[in-house]
């Protein structure tokens, strides 16, 4: 382990208060013990934080005991934060971080938050993993590159000061300082992707490449450097905009598309909108970008509030002037596009499965699909079986999921037959009626305005 260099980038974090994420195992006890050893030295305040996931029962209490007893024998400030999750949440890991960010969001903020940061045990075996999890979601090379140094997360600064040193260096350490740790026994779960990534993956690319470990580490450290210099010219063209809400679309056009998603990201978090934006949303906007009209159009945004366009600029609003459901229509779509409230739906014939799907179109088996479909708002109470399921679920609930506020609703499509059962929210998820097949389909799609 490199500590001279790992002191050096420590120093500019000198009189600082370090919150540490202290789990227990061996990456973070490493870290724990490392920042004890320059805390006097740099002059640093040293608080341990414990987060209690309430997963694994008796297990998980006795790892926050073993935490516990560890700092108080090292006199070491701790703090032990439950947080209360259930195995059955779906997307359980994505909630995990979202909860573990708020909590840190409201330690850091009841200090000094100017001279406060908090310290993770990533290290470079974790951002190798996280690499090709991300490659495999179509992150960017931001994306692929985000577990890096020093990072601002919402209004929590973060630092790594383990992201270059590998697990084997952090565990000879431990045992050079003749120290024990816990072990996670979830940790070989394969079902949690980066467990799947560790434990079956990566020693499977190991053992056929011999060079595939330094590479691979190497590329990391190639696209953080590359990713910089994206971000680089991001900010330097955010520059023109920045403090603004009201934008021309004149700049959002002219923006390189490795640009546009950064910009709109730093745009909307100025604003107060903590959102990155997903591959629909960017979608949405750069389709939004043709529009020339002078009728104001909104982009729903996940998590409330709108993007309003039209008339060559775009804003951020909390709700639209009125909001207006989508009237009951009948479409016959063989007989061309449906215009309806600012939206365009569409249907063509095409063969077999695409490549990748989209948010933003379904396919259906043509020989299923009746020629008319009834164009409607969601009512509180519809339902529907989502594509891969087996029962219905209510609609509120994929709503909820997706983190759609409830005056963002109504402007979701649903397409439905004759008899109310409905096969497609447009934008947000389709049914299990009619499955694509091989042969001769029909896709739906829904213009980018919502």
């Not at 909108?273 to 979608?283: C, W």
């Not at 600029?313 to 449906?338: A, C, M, N």
Request: hydrophobic share 40%.
């Amino acid at each position: 382990m490199d500590f001279d260099k790992i002191r050096t980038e420590l120093a500019g974090y000198q009189g600082y208060t370090i919150y540490v994420g202290f789990s227990g195992g061996a990456d973070s006890t490493a870290l724990l013990l490392l920042l004890q050893q320059v805390s006097a030295e740099l002059e640093i305040e040293l608080r341990a934080v414990h987060f209690e996931h309430g997963l694994r029962g008796a297990v998980s209490i006795a790892d926050a005991d073993w935490c516990a007893d560890f700092c108080a024998l090292r006199g070491i400030h701790f703090q032990c934060i439950s947080l209360g999750l259930s195995k059955d949440i779906p997307n359980l890991e994505a909630v995990a971080r979202e909860k573990r960010l708020e909590q840190w969001t409201e330690v850091v903020g009841n200090g000094n938050s100017d001279k406060s940061v908090v310290a993770l045990a990533h290290h470079a075996d974790d951002r190798v993993e996280n690499m090709l999890i991300r490659l495999c979601r179509g992150s960017n090379v931001s994306g692929l590159s985000s577990l890096r140094f020093a990072v601002k997360i919402g209004e929590v600064n973060f630092i790594r000061p383990l992201i270059e040193v590998s697990r084997v260096a952090i565990i000879e350490f431990l045992h050079a300082e003749e120290i024990a740790w816990r072990e996670d026994e979830t940790n070989a779960i394969a079902e949690f992707t980066r467990n799947f990534f560790r434990n079956r993956i990566l020693p499977e690319i190991y053992l056929q490449l011999e060079y595939a470990k330094d590479g691979m580490k190497h590329a990391a450290s190639a696209l953080t450097i590359d990713a910089d210099f994206i971000e680089q010219s991001a900010n330097a063209s955010y520059s023109e905009i920045i403090s603004q809400n009201s934008t021309p679309g004149a700049f959002w056009r002219k923006l390189h598309p490795a640009l546009l998603p950064r910009i709109l990201r730093y745009w909307m978090n100025d604003n107060g909108l903590n959102i990155i934006p997903d591959r629909d949303l960017v979608e949405r906007f750069s389709g939004s970008l043709k529009y020339a009209g002078h009728e104001a159009r909104f982009i729903p945004l996940r998590r409330g509030g709108f993007i309003q366009y039209g008339s060559d600029e775009y804003r951020l609003v909390k709700k639209q002037p009125t909001t207006v459901s989508i009237p009951e229509t009948v479409w016959r779509w063989r007989d061309g596009s449906l215009e309806i409230d600012g939206m365009t739906l569409t249907a063509e014939e095409v063969s077999g499965l695409p490549e990748k799907f989209t948010h933003s179109s379904a396919i259906f088996d043509a020989g299923l699909i009746p020629d008319e479909l009834i164009i409607c708002s969601w009512q509180s109470g519809d339902r529907m079986v989502p594509f891969g399921a087996h029962s219905t679920v209510k609609l509120k609930k994929l709503f909820t999921d997706r983190k759609i506020s409830a005056e963002n609703r109504s402007q979701y499509p649903i397409i439905r037959l004759a008899g109310r059962k409905i096969i497609w929210v447009a934008g947000l998820r389709r049914s299990n009626f009619a499955p694509g097949c091989a042969g001769k389909n029909i896709r739906i799609s829904i213009a980018n305005d919502i």
